[in-house]
């Protein structure tokens, strides 16, 4: 058969045949130039605890391309949830979604702490939250070496918090260390407590420590509590699921907890944040979004226009303005409100997500 080919005709041939069953080739974006980019939120923009918002699955099919105008557009997803890994929460949401989603579009609250990683890697940390042993898991993901959890100093010292018993799960989850030879060097919160009385004594036990070993004070009982760094993930006061009425966040606990120590010691904690809507948290978001656009259209548009869709006004339109972005509110999560917000008014209103992509196709293509 090679022999009746001409030349053209067995190139041809050759590269169907290496096309069809190989990965040599990659074909670059046949959808138009997109100079702009969405940031969504996840919990009550796009899901419901644990369903999907029924307008989201149509968004996101018109933002890969099922639209008028045949463009793909570049979209990461921006929420101040976490406790597993980018790669977990894309597989998550993928299902809920029925949507394919990539690691490379998800960043959860305590994504930007990795930036941590140079200073703290070899030192011991306390992470909080999460279930189990999840946040260790992702601290160590990130590059911490020296990662324990409250369960760790419970299992040292029962006395510590004697109300918590451990099960026969959490001791195989244990790192055995005495805390009062190791010292910790900073505490990370990564997500949601799961047991609040323990994790407040905990964390006041660490700052009020001497050069972070538990047990031994500070000189007179009152610590400098800027002694022992402390980072949260995630400053919001209240998120939204599947329940009618917003559940304490993040932000709940540290309020807790800079109360117990102003009143304890009389010092005011002082901590830095990430998640939304701090600007640290932003600038990378916005570093995300050009690496995946980059892979998503294959183009490394400068400047390019973020629009940020959110439920909450005091976190995802709030850090979206300061970020001078265009920020849309949604009606489907936190925020219900026939009007806009009057303390952190977004730049448009809508009902939910698919309402959001059609305003911004309006406005960007003209259809």
């Known amino acids: 058969m090679l022999r009746s080919l001409n030349r053209i005709q067995f190139n041809k041939l050759l590269f169907t045949k290496v096309f069809n069953h190989s990965n040599l080739f990659r074909w670059h974006s046949t959808s138009p130039i997109c100079n702009y980019g969405l940031c969504l939120d996840v919990d009550g923009v796009l899901i419901r605890g644990s369903k999907a918002i029924p307008e989201t699955r149509t968004a996101l099919k018109l933002l890969n391309g099922e639209n008028k105008a045949k463009k793909k557009i570049p979209f990461i997803l921006l929420t101040n949830g976490g406790g597993i890994t980018e790669k977990e929460k894309a597989d998550e949401l993928s299902k809920i979604l029925d ?193 995946f656009a980059m892979k998503f259209t294959d183009e490394n548009v400068p400047n390019r226009r973020i629009y940020a869709v959110g439920d909450n006004p005091a976190s995802d339109i709030a850090g979206a303005n300061r970020a001078g972005w265009t920020s849309i509110l949604v009606r489907t999560g936190v925020f219900s409100g026939k009007v806009n917000d009057p303390i952190n008014p977004a730049n448009h209103v809508v009902d939910n997500i698919l309402h959001a992509v059609e305003w911004i196709f309006s406005k960007e293509e003209g259809i």
């Open 99 to 291: 949507f394919n989603l990539s690691e490379d579009q998800i960043i959860l609250a305590h994504s930007p702490m990795r930036s941590l990683v140079p200073t703290y890697q070899n030192s011991q940390i306390l992470v909080l939250g999460g279930a189990g042993d999840n946040c260790r898991k992702v601290a160590e993901s990130y590059g911490f070496n020296r990662v324990v959890i409250p369960n760790d100093i419970v299992a040292w010292d029962q006395s510590i918090w004697p109300f918590t018993k451990l099960s026969q799960e959490d001791l195989k989850l244990i790192k055995k260390i005495d805390f009062s030879k190791e010292p910790i060097k900073a505490i990370m919160m990564f997500h949601d407590s799961r047991d609040w009385g323990r994790d407040l004594q905990i964390t006041l036990d660490v700052l009020r420590s001497k050069d972070g070993y538990v047990g031994k004070l500070e000189n007179n009982d009152v610590a400098n509590l800027s002694n022992i760094p402390l980072y949260f993930s995630n400053p919001d006061i209240i998120w939204s699921n599947d329940f009618p009425v917003s559940r304490y966040a993040q932000g709940s606990f540290r309020i807790c907890l800079d109360f117990l120590a102003e009143v304890i010691t009389g010092h005011k904690l002082k901590y830095k944040l990430f998640g939304k809507p701090e600007p640290v948290t932003y600038l990378y978001a916005a570093e995300k979004l050009r690496k």
